[in-house]
């Protein structure tokens, strides 16, 4: 046998055909396996991969063969490709990683992390935009080839984790996602998770190692839990549907693209109630200003007074907050002030600008807001605000009351490029009807009679309202334009583009994970 036949036969080992019992195990869950996943994200022909023939380090008490034919790669599909070329040309390109299920459970071997140093070395000698398929049960005990103590001192996660900021890196959760695989996760910038997703830190072994009970795999982090505690960016039904969405998300990190067309802007008249207690869903908003299907929600189930989501306006993508009145009446909690930060933070890393939609009461307030550390929290949205250094535009859609619509527009309502509001806003220091029992209590303290007294207050708090609006606002400069909804998303677009491309005033900043 010559030496390419035998290339080509140690080659054919490592592909799926030459394991159909442990593909076969993998389908009947319904999964797919990462070499399935790889081929369905990259352009076709484009993956350049690295350490292909690896096996794991168990020579010691396994047949070479035996890994040969069973431990392909480690358990770690690793390497570069293009992704969305037909988009983006030489932008497309990235890096791509995947833990390996039918490969000792995806955990992480000896040259698995050797080669993930390599990788991430490449990653930030390259800029390359990274997506990591994650899923796994962390640490493998079973390697003996190397002798080892602790295993502390291997780099793969020191060198993943000084990558945030720098380039766009994009966690795939299926399944089980344990211990060091669920670091990758965590380190990442957005994690996309399956409904069948269990994340966590340690493990079922782990959990009963430490004499905390058993623990059936799937109740360790599943997605109810970890969806509405913020671990989660993304929820989707299956692997399928998040290779889609990886490639999504990629994409607006990747840039412009020049085919585009946007819904007609006409209904934004009528988007808001007159009322100013009704609640509306601010959702159909985002997706009225943004370009036709371009729009992704992000951590829909935390703190859901706040929306984030990355959109695309005329072709560039942007990432929005805006506050949605029908939780908690669109009020700054301690969980939409970290929502919102940390967003912040991820658009100004990767040179998005930013559009704010306001619409808030303020910041919440109480002693239960208290307990949640508010002070802190909520101080991290004017923090991440003051920091930024990528355009940001500012809608006043309705009520721009008090701290809370200066945290939503970067600290002052002159800190945005533009600020503008809807016809039917108002903007005060704080609610108007909490501002009029402040400052008038001593006078309404004299009243005696507790209807004329509470009249009193309806009176005044309208002769505030009628002072908050957003045409007096404008008439002192307080704010750039009132503007009909309709031209909206015109301004936003021609702002954006006399800004320019954007002038990083900081050197590299790590994105927070929370």
């Not at 690295?50 to 358990?75: C, K, V």
């Not at 955990?107 to 000698?125: C, N, P, S, V, Y």
């Not at 001192?153 to 966690?171: K, M, Q, Y």
Request: proline letters at 5%; a negative charge.
């Amino acid at each position: 046998m010559s030496e390419l036949d035998e290339l080509r036969r140690r080659r054919a080992l490592t592909e799926d055909a030459a394991r159909p019992e442990a593909v076969e195990r993998r389908h009947s869950t319904g999964g797919r396996t990462a070499r399935e996943n790889v081929a369905d994200l990259v352009d076709p022909g484009s993956f350049v991969e690295y350490g292909r023939f690896a096996i794991a380090a168990q020579r010691g008490r396994r047949e070479l063969q035996e890994l040969i034919e069973r431990t392909p790669a480690d358990g770690l599909v690793a390497g570069t490709a293009r992704v969305n070329g037909e988009l983006f040309g030489e932008r497309a390109a990235c890096a791509v990683l995947s833990y390996d299920y039918t490969v000792l459970a995806g955990t992480q071997g000896a040259l698995g992390h050797r080669k993930k140093d390599r990788l991430f070395e490449l990653i930030e000698r390259m800029r390359l935009p990274t997506v990591f398929f994650a899923e796994g049960g962390g640490g493998r005990p079973g390697d003996t080839d190397y002798p080892v103590v602790s295993a502390l001192d291997v780099r793969a996660f020191a060198l993943w984790a000084r990558l945030s900021g720098l380039v766009p890196r994009i966690a795939v959760v299926a399944g089980r996602c344990f211990a060091g695989n669920a670091v990758i996760a965590g380190c990442s910038d957005l994690i996309i998770a399956t409904e069948n997703a269990s994340i966590g830190m340690g493990g079922p072994a782990m959990i009963a190692g430490g004499g905390l009970g058993d623990v059936d795999p799937d109740e360790v982090g599943p997605i109810d839990v970890q969806a509405p505690n913020g671990v989660v960016d993304l929820v989707v039904a299956d692997e399928e549907a998040a290779v889609a969405a990886a490639k999504r998300v990629l994409g607006y990190f990747q840039g412009s693209i020049a085919e585009w067309s946007g819904p007609d802007q006409t209904p934004l008249r009528e988007a808001v109630p007159e009322r100013a207690r009704r609640a509306y869903n601010v959702g159909p908003i985002i997706e009225t200003l943004a370009d036709d299907g371009s729009v992704t929600f992000l951590r829909e189930r935390f703190a859901p007074e706040l929306a984030t989501a990355l959109v695309r306006i005329e072709g560039r993508p942007v990432g929005v907050i805006a506050n949605n009145t029908m939780v908690m009446a669109g009020a700054v909690t301690s969980g939409a002030a970290d929502k919102a930060a940390r967003f912040l933070q991820l658009c100004d890393a990767f040179r998005l600008p930013v559009v704010s939609l306001v619409d808030t009461p303020g910041y919440m307030v109480g002693p239960e807001a208290e307990a949640t550390g508010l002070v802190r929290r909520a101080s991290r949205l004017l923090v991440a605000g003051g920091a930024l250094s990528v355009p940001l535009v500012a809608v006043i859609l309705r009520r721009g009351y008090g701290l809370g619509a200066q945290a939503m527009t970067a600290g002052s309502l002159h800190e945005p490029l533009l600020t503008v509001a809807w016809p039917g806003a108002h903007l005060g220091p704080m609610g108007l009807e909490g501002a009029v029992r402040l400052g008038l209590r001593k006078e309404l303290e004299a009243i005696e009679d507790e209807e004329e007294r509470e009249a009193r207050v309806r009176e005044m708090t309208a002769a505030a309202e009628r002072n908050a609006q957003a045409l007096n606002a404008a008439q002192l400069f307080e704010i750039d334009d009132v503007i009909d909804p309709a031209e909206t998303r015109a301004l936003i677009a021609a702002t954006l583009a006399a800004a320019g491309p954007a002038d990083r005033r900081h050197g590299h900043r790590f994105v927070d994970t929370w």
